[in-house]
């Protein structure tokens, strides 16, 4: 079993939809959970950071952990066509090292 | 201020041949991060460099190395290259060793292996 699992997707919503992605993880030493927007030719971008349970809200962009589950999950409300990414989720324990989800493909249509 | 910058972004390289990569990381980011990015594994780490020392190494082969120099540039090697090696690198740059709440990427290099 992978440490991390994602949906990779495509995705595809029409513009103003609401937009769920999720991981889930294995590894109970996870303490800190991000997510990254990946345009195309480019490198990834901090979108999310947190390290507890619960809501995370910035702007149209809403991260939830549930530890218990081992589940995160990104929500994008009123998604726009510049939305359109790949979205990873990543996870990190005392140590160093950032384990990455394989990404979602996003595509919101005008 | 400028971002990460990653030279060269496109290359080509054939079997058996060895690579050096190159990362400037943002003005005043002492810690430089190497991330290999791939269809089938995604987004790997291989190592991260603070202040010209090598903090932490993932689970690559001593094919890959790396260093750092005294102004935070930072090189990636990879030596006797393989079909497999294919991928994007990216480099990430931060103020603080392992710091990833404020860790920034460059556009990475984009290498293929004939």
């Known amino acids: 079993q992978k440490e991390v699992e994602q949906d990779p997707g495509p995705l595809s919503v029409p513009e103003g939809a609401i937009v769920s992605l999720n991981c889930t993880y294995s590894?109970?030493?996870?303490?800190?959970f991000m997510w990254y927007r990946q345009y195309s030719r480019k490198g990834p971008e901090l979108l999310m950071y947190t390290y507890s349970s619960g809501n995370k809200e910035d702007g149209r962009f809403t991260a939830q952990v549930d530890k218990s589950s081992k589940y995160i999950s990104l929500f994008i409300r009123d998604s726009q066509p510049s939305d359109s990414a790949t979205y990873l989720c990543?996870?990190?324990?005392?140590?160093?090292?950032?384990?990455f989800g394989k990404g979602t493909l996003l595509t919101v249509n005008p | 201020k400028a971002g990460v910058t990653q030279t060269p972004r496109y290359l080509i390289k054939t079997r058996g041949q060895q690579v050096t990569l190159s990362c400037s990381p943002i003005?005043?980011?002492?810690?430089v991060s190497w991330y290999q990015q791939t269809p089938g594994q995604g987004l790997q780490f291989l190592f991260e460099y603070f202040s010209e020392t090598q903090r932490n190494k993932g689970n690559f082969p001593g094919r890959f190395s790396g260093r750092q120099f005294s102004n935070s540039r930072s090189e990636m090697n990879v030596s006797t290259l393989e079909l497999g090696d294919s991928a994007l690198y990216l480099c990430?740059?931060?103020?603080?060793?392992?710091?990833?709440?404020?860790?920034?990427f460059g556009p990475g290099t984009r290498l293929t292996v004939t």
């Open positions: 990543a996870m990190k324990g005392s140590n160093y090292k950032l384990t």
């Open positions: 590894n109970s030493a996870f303490q800190y």
């Open positions: 003005s005043g980011h002492r810690s």
């Open positions: 990430a740059s931060s103020l603080l060793a392992g710091d990833v709440s404020e860790q920034y």
